[in-house]
């Protein structure tokens, strides 16, 4: 069995990942089961670091204090972050952030090519390392390479308005397989690798981009359902009498639709007076990257919104927002899962979001809650059975809340079955299979080490596009794996 080499910006113990959720429990378990070594950043800023420290299976880096400054919080969370969620308008395109990206990514490709066996399997995750194959090629890598996008990717048009989207496309191509969460991000990936910088797609599916073949394929993530599955067996009503939680779990982050999420939440109130001292909004929202400049003003937002509304509605023995700024315990999130009614799930841009999955495996069967679901998670395309709203409109999304509270038992019942249904057939391990399968497979089909640009293809496609101009156009839809 091949050894797999896990590369992603931050690495955590193994025991922490449990804890941290997510991403990381499925890395972890990686770790933990096969052959493996799992490398980047230790989430120590120091200048004096620079060997990796290795231990088992896990060898982590340090990074400087300019690397943190401008590969990090910088190019990565300034640039990428916002523009991968359609946020243009935040967006630090002028700071001169991409030297240290590119410079961090070439380091950490050199500290680890030494590492490395000829028949290790490489993946890397997420948008911090884009040029990541691109450094491993340049000391002459030659095994296969992978790469897993944690983000939406955004339309085309927009992609192009980063003023380095070729050098980023460049180091897309040096990977053997791109895997993205959803069909719309594949669509949108290959819509940009074919208009914006003239890749094209050759007949056994893959992109033929700078004389490099690269699949492109969706692998929705999952979570490992067993984790949440076995909650404590609660009633969903809270603080006696009969009041019903709605809960929302989200880091503090633009992208998370949290200031319109608690309007709706006024509004519903508004609108629904009857709902009032009956229902609670728990929000737990955790801090996060609070060294970039776009997220200070949303914490200071959502404390005044919460509190207006809790000013404006509330009661000496009510209180409509209970708003928790800080992280909750794995086992703790499962159960305020499965004692809430109502699931909101609604940011405005987002790769998958687990949270939706993790909300109905915890739920009891026999009489579980409702998801309210964003169309802009990743999770909407596959979760077609919560309910489905667009996470701008708030007069909708309150009234969302008042058809989820007045669903009856039985449609409840059918919605959670066909969901739980879905959350166990796509989950982590799936994800996890499916993608390494994709990956060592082309190892076997043939030899994407030499890519050279088959005049055989090219003409055969030639042919095939002239006498059938439309399947010139089907070709794009490609790349089920
Ligand atoms: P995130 O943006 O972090 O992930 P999400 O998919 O919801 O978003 O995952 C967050 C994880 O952290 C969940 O497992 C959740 O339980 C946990 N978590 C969130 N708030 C917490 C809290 N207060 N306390 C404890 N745990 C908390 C990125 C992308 C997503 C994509 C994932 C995985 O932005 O779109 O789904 O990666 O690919």
Known sequence: MSRIVLVSNRVLDPKQAAQAGGVAVALADIVRTRPALWFGWSGDVRDDATTPHIEGKIATVALTESEHEQYYLGYSNSVLWPVFHN??????????????????????????????????????????????????????????????????????????????????AHGLAAYDLVGLQTKADVSNLIDYMTNGVFGRVV?????????????????????????????????????????????????????????????????????????????????IAPPTRENVGAYTDIRQQLESLAGSINGRYGEIDWVPIHYIHRSAPRRRLADLYRSSRIGMVTPLRDGMNLVAKEFVAAQDPADPGVLVLSRFAGAAEELEEAMIVNPYSIDAVADVMRDALEMGLEERIARHRALMARVRRSDVGTWCRSFLRALEGLRDDDDPRGWPPSELIEQALRKLNQSNPQRAMAGRGIAPV
Do not use: C
């Open 203 to 283: 007949p056994d599916g893959r992109i033929r981009l700078f004389d490099r073949l690269v699949r492109v394929a969706s692998f929705p993530i999952g979570i490992d359902v067993e984790d949440f599955a076995h909650a404590k067996r609660k009633s969903p009503v809270v603080q006696g009498r009969g009041v019903l939680r709605m809960i929302g779990v989200d880091r503090l982050d633009y992208t998370k639709g949290l200031p319109q999420k608690f309007k709706a939440f006024g509004t519903f109130l508004e609108k629904y007076p009857r709902y009032r001292r009956q229902v609670v909004l728990t929000q």
């Open 87 to 168: 946020r243009l308008d935040l967006a630090e395109f002028e700071a001169g952030y991409y030297e240290q990206y590119e410079n961090v990514n070439k380091r950490l490709a050199s500290l680890l090519a030494p590492m490395l066996k000829p028949d290790d399997i490489i993946w890397v995750h997420d948008y911090h390392l884009i040029p990541f194959a691109t450094e491993l090629r340049k000391l002459g890598v030659k095994n296969s390479v992978g790469f897993y996008l944690h983000i939406p990717f955004p339309p085309w048009q927009t992609f192009m308005a980063i003023p380095e989207h070729e050098k980023l």
